[in-house]
Each structure stands twice: as C-alpha cells, then as structure tokens.
C-alpha cells in the first residue's frame, strides 16, 4: 500500500464545476502539500498545510490530521485549472523529505 | 526576482555515461532538493542538501550523488546511466528548515538514457 493515496486519479469537469480531490497518507506528518503540474512539466506549490484550511484565491485546502485525510478544492473551475494536482507529506524530522501521491489529471472542459 | 534555474534543459546520453545536472536556488534558499520523476512512476525524493552538507537522501542507488557549492547552487551526478534512469530530474529550494518552509521547483531536465 502506497504511503499516499490520491482519489479519483482522473477527473473531468465542466467549466463551472465544484472540483474535489483527495489524499490520505498513512504515515506521520509535519506538513502536506498540495502541487501542481502542467504538461510542461513545471510544478507549482500551491498550499503547504499542517492543520485547518488555507484559501487562495478559487483554491481551498483542508486538511485533518486526526483521520490523516486531505482534500484540494476548485470552485468555478476554468479551462485553464486543467492540470496533474499532486499530494505529498512531509516527514521525518532532520531526515525530512516529501513522499508523493501519483497525482490527480484534471480536465476542465469549456 | 528569479525562480530556481536548472539546466541542460535536455540531456541525451548512452548506457554506461555519466550525466551532469545542475540546479540554481532561489536567492537567499540554503535548502536544494532533487527528484525523480519517472514516466508512470511518480515523483520520487532524491537528495536534500542544506547549508553545504547532505541531509537526507531517499532510495537510489549511490550512483545518484550530488554536492552543494558554498553559493548553494546544486549540481546531481549520475554515474553508469541506465536506461531506467530516463527521466524528467525537478531541483527545488526552500528558505530553512524543509518542514516549515514551502518548496519552490525548478522547470527540470529532461534526461534521456539511449
């Protein structure tokens, strides 16, 4: 069983739609991470979150440590949102590094 | 002000050659972080280096080696290049302490291994 679990791996919308993704991670944390990929290949950090919820912008961020569940919300959703979102904790301390989850590819349809 | 720099952008070698790559931090970054991102794979975690030392290092091959120069930028070795070893190789960097402080990617090196 993979340390981190994406759901679903593959989600098409509507321009418009409420857009949820969702990670669970089996490992302790000191923080997660949500990213993003285009097909270029560049990554963007979105959010880093070790309890609650951040909010930027159209993008929302949860996370609950005690049932070790993330979840990466996109409301109105646009074209221009299709992207691979990826999960990844962060762990171990003074040997930190991010495990990651194989991502979500997310197709937003005009 | 400049993101985190990498280069080659793209890299072709043989089986058995050695591949250079070479990742510049985000001003003021002391923390450099190497990944690999295989074709189905996912990303995984290669390297950390802080402050000139190497902190952490995830499961690969010691083969996979690196160093950081005292202006932090960062430079990956691989070393009798496989042909599983093709893949798109992302630096980032982080002002600190890697888990109080976001990461910031770099656009990557495309390595192909013939």
């Known amino acids: 069983k993979n340390e981190v679990e994406q759901s679903p791996q593959n989600l098409t919308a509507q321009e418009g739609e409420f857009i949820t993704i969702n990670c669970s991670y089996s490992?302790?944390?000191?923080?997660l991470h949500w990213l993003q990929q285009h097909p270029g290949g560049g990554i963007v950090s979105l959010f880093m979150?070790?309890?609650g919820k951040k909010k930027h912008g159209r993008l929302i961020a949860t996370i609950n440590i005690q049932e070790k569940h993330s979840s990466l919300h996109i409301t109105a959703s646009h074209p221009r949102d299709s992207a691979v979102y990826i999960c990844?904790?962060?762990?171990?301390?003074?040997?930190?590094?991010?495990?990651f989850g194989k991502g979500t590819l997310l197709t937003v349809n005009p | 002000e400049a993101g985190v720099t990498q280069s080659p952008t793209h890299l072709i070698k043989t089986r058995g050659q050695q591949a250079t790559l070479r990742c510049s931090p985000i001003?003021?970054?002391?923390?450099v972080y190497w990944y690999q991102q295989a074709l189905g794979l996912g990303l995984q975690f290669l390297l950390w280096?802080?402050?000139?030392?190497?902190?952490n290092r995830g499961n690969f091959p010691p083969r996979f080696s690196g160093r950081q120069f005292p202006n932090y930028s960062s430079e990956l070795n691989v070393n009798a290049l496989e042909l599983e070893d093709s893949a798109l190789y992302l630096c980032?960097?982080?002002?600190?302490?890697?888990?109080?402080?976001?990461?910031?990617f770099g656009p990557g090196t495309r390595l192909l291994v013939l």
């Open positions: 001003s003021g970054h002391t923390s």
């Open positions: 979150l070790s309890s």
């Open positions: 990844a904790v962060g762990s171990g301390g003074s040997n930190y590094k991010l495990t």
């Open positions: 980032a960097s982080s002002l600190g302490l890697a888990y109080k402080e976001t990461q910031y």
């Open positions: 490992v302790g944390i000191s923080a």
């Open positions: 280096y802080d402050e000139g030392e190497e902190r």
